[in-house]
């Protein structure tokens, strides 16, 4: 039976997961806008899934059928975890599930996990083989960088592509480089190439810095590839998945303020008081462009701690 992956038209766009971002709610707010061809969850720990506070981490995997097609990201260490994480995943109904083995994060490198996985193939195969055994047939993808402090590409995309998996989704820079250099596209080119001479089916999705739809389509054009993930640039423009093209500045200030009134409200609806409510704030800058007294209201709702006084302001503008 053929997985998603490949019955999507290429070239694919993906939401990238962020975390305390891509949660269902935001996910929700997406599909309105103009739903990208796949969602990602925010990265989960397979300890935590497997713990006996497994009921409040697994409500990160809450979504609804218009978040469709839709993977779950798991990190950890533990194969045996990852197997048993990824039946609670496949159980929950999900379309597919993604090994993170790209997260820069110092304290979850330090550990071994996500891009600490580079330096550690051996148990980077454990937790792919695993991860399958445990998918009941669920595609596998894994989302990785192109090396710790030094470029890896061929050694390390070579091997993942080695291990069958359904995606690669690289995101063109090192661990040590972060965000701090220009994306380096030849270098998922090359693992395109390397898919290509292998002869292997693995899709190859690239990631880093995609500004909008058509900067996406056209790097995926120029190297070859078969999707775009995007991630920062959601903040930058809402509707960057829409097939439309939208410039979110042609989008009025009240669709944007109405837009907003509904994720507040959502998020509230969603998560009440189990999610601290300051994690909305981060979003308001999406919004309130063109809105007139941008600066002070923005400041003001920086200020606000609640969803019903948030609600308010907005509802009196």
Known sequence: MKSFWEEIKKPILIQAPMEDVTDTVFRQILAKCGAPDVFFTEFTNVEGMCSRGKVKVGKRFVFTEAERPIIAQIWGLDPAKFLKTAKMVKEMGFDGIDVNMGCPEKSVIKKGACA?????????????????QGAGGLPISVKTRIGIKDIQTEEWTGFLLKMGIDALIVHGRTVAEMSDVPNHWDEIGKAVELRNKMKAKTLIIGNGDVKDRSDAMDKAKKYGLDGIMIGRGIFENLWIFNKKNINPDEISYQEK??????HVTLFDKTWGKTKNFS???????????????ASSVRAELMRIMTAEETLTLLNSL
């Open 116 to 132: 600490g996985l580079i330096n550690n193939p051996p148990l980077a195969k454990e937790i792919i083989l695993a991860t399958r």
């Open 257 to 262: 303020l109405k837009l907003l009134i509904e």
């Open 279 to 293: 994690l909305m704030k981060k979003f308001y800058r999406i919004y309130i462009s063109g809105i007139p007294n």
